[in-house]
């Protein structure tokens, strides 16, 4: 009876933002009992509370940790809430994005031998979170650092990782430089950043030159010469 009310109420009142808040929360309350998926219900409300960024919310989240969307369904979702809303809205919208997307225990598929049903956002393809966390910079260019220690750490996307760090060094209001070059250092020594465009060796003595980091001089020689010594060329 509650669930027929609810959808009346919400039929005669489409613009109602707290009729629509009590149906979905009374439907979240006894999904199992109603036996339905509830996307439908947060689609219905957007036709007409698009531009709310708490529908937006609830919808990705249950999308995201209850629902049975495809990574792919859920990347366009992701896109259609961003584009609804306005930008100087997307700090609400954003940290509800990166709670999935910037989680290295969201990149193995679930094993398909076990009993127990894994959560879809156990698996989310590389490529689907590299997306939205390239949008992500745009929106906020100060998690630039951020996204690129994530790129090295958890993704092993070094050449793009090593290619944002060029990218925040080249900037005259980066601070923590020295942080900054340790980073770029460790990625250039270990793994063909030669494919990206970075030459390591003419990057090291153009900096060297210019003696604007005499307490790393020692560091970076040690570092060009690592680089070599793992090639083979010394």
């Given at each position: 009876v509650r669930d027929f009310v609810g959808r009346r109420a919400v039929h005669h009142l489409p613009k109602s933002y707290k009729l629509w808040k009590s149906h979905w929360e009374f439907s979240l309350m006894y999904e199992k009992q109603l036996s339905q998926s509830l996307l439908p219900l947060w689609e219905r409300a957007l036709v007409t509370l698009h531009k709310f960024p708490r529908v937006w919310i609830e919808y990705l989240e249950y999308a995201h940790e209850k629902s049975s969307m495809n990574p792919t369904r859920l990347r366009r979702l992701a896109n259609r809430a961003l584009e609804a809303i306005p930008v100087t809205q997307h700090d609400k919208i954003w940290p509800v994005l990166l709670?999935?997307?910037?989680?290295?225990?969201?990149?193995?598929?679930?094993?398909?031998?076990t009993n127990v049903q894994a959560p879809l956002t156990n698996w989310i393809p590389k490529e689907t979170k590299l997306s939205l966390l390239r949008r992500y910079i745009q929106f906020n260019p100060a998690a630039t650092k951020e996204v690129a220690d994530f790129l090295a750490n958890d993704l092993n996307h070094?050449?793009?990782?090593?290619?944002?760090?060029?990218?925040?060094?080249?900037?005259?209001?980066?601070?923590?430089?020295?942080?900054?070059?340790?980073?770029?250092?460790?990625?250039?020594?270990?793994?063909?950043?030669?494919?990206?465009?970075?030459?390591?060796?003419?990057?090291?003595?153009?900096?060297?030159?210019?003696?604007?980091?005499?307490?790393?001089?020692g560091v970076l020689w040690n570092q060009l010469a690592d680089a070599w010594i793992r090639r083979g060329e010394f």
């Open positions: 709670k999935y997307y910037q989680s290295a225990t969201s990149l193995e598929k679930p094993s398909t031998t070094w050449g793009e990782a090593a290619l944002l760090y060029v990218e925040l060094l080249n900037q005259p209001e980066t601070v923590q430089r020295n942080e900054l070059w340790m980073a770029l250092a460790n990625i250039c020594t270990r793994h063909p950043v030669e494919q990206v465009g970075i030459d390591w060796e003419a990057l090291v003595r153009g900096v060297l030159a210019t003696k604007k980091f005499k307490e790393m001089e």
